[in-house]
């Protein structure tokens, strides 16, 4: 089966400085989107990303965050400056279109301290 | 008014039972409605989607009322490995293939 690759498995990475969380999407998929989820909290919406253009973001993508398909095929989330409060689960998710619902990867673990 | 609410549970139950969850979303043009599961620091996975007539996949069925915005997933013949929190996912707008997440409902099965 299909899925979707996200490196690494955990971070963990001081205040102030900048991390890149990596995903490879399932290969004929065309929508992709970074989800968070801080520890004992829901599933959030960060960014959706279509035809190598953000297509929405929420307002916790603000200008500490940005997102990349460098290759084609990798889709990168880079979080410029962190703060303690981005410790999350970071989940890339792909679509083929269509609302068959998404393909989630098995996330980013990313520890500020 | 939350955009997706849910019971947080948890629900605990035997083994065998039927458990039935329940949701409700604020947004009337919302067109696409899942379940998706979660097992603890896992992703979430699609269990089913919810389609207005209803639809069943083996012992799980879904159903809509999109009058009263609300959709239900009715587990039958609960199995230990059922545990895990279910999470009722709506997309937000009739033309968005963003999706808003339920803060999930939890499942307990016991032997």
């Known amino acids: 089966e299909p899925e979707v690759t996200q490196t690494p498995s955990h971070q963990v990475t001081q205040m102030g400085q900048e991390v890149i969380l990596r995903c490879v999407p399932i290969s004929n998929h065309l929508y992709f989107y970074w989800y968070r989820q801080i520890l004992g909290q829901k599933v959030e919406f960060l960014v959706s990303f279509y035809n190598n253009e953000i297509s929405e973001k929420s307002e916790i993508f603000d200008d500490q965050f940005s997102v990349e398909r460098p290759d084609g095929s990798n889709f990168t989330l880079k979080i410029r400056s962190t703060k303690l409060e981005d410790s999350a689960m970071y989940f890339c998710?792909?679509?083929?279109?269509?609302?068959?619902?998404?393909?989630f990867g098995s996330g980013t673990r990313l520890t500020v301290v | 008014r939350k955009e997706v609410e849910q019971d947080p549970g948890p629900f605990n139950v035997p083994e065998g039972a039927t458990v039935a969850f329940n949701c409700t979303y604020s947004n009337s043009a919302s067109q696409s409605f899942f379940w998706y599961r979660q097992d603890c620091r896992k992703e979430p996975k699609l269990l089913m989607s919810?389609?207005?007539s209803g639809n069943e996949d083996g012992r799980f069925t879904a159903q809509l009322n999109r009058a009263s915005q609300y959709i239900s997933l009715l587990i039958r013949d609960s199995k230990l490995s059922d545990s895990a929190t279910y999470l009722c996912?709506?997309?937000?707008?009739?033309?968005?293939?963003?999706?808003?997440f339920g803060s999930g409902t939890r499942l307990l099965v016991r032997p």
């Open positions: 919810v389609y207005s």
């Open positions: 998710a792909s679509e083929a279109g269509g609302n068959y619902g998404y393909t």
């Open positions: 996912v709506v997309n937000s707008r009739d033309s968005s293939y963003k999706l808003i």
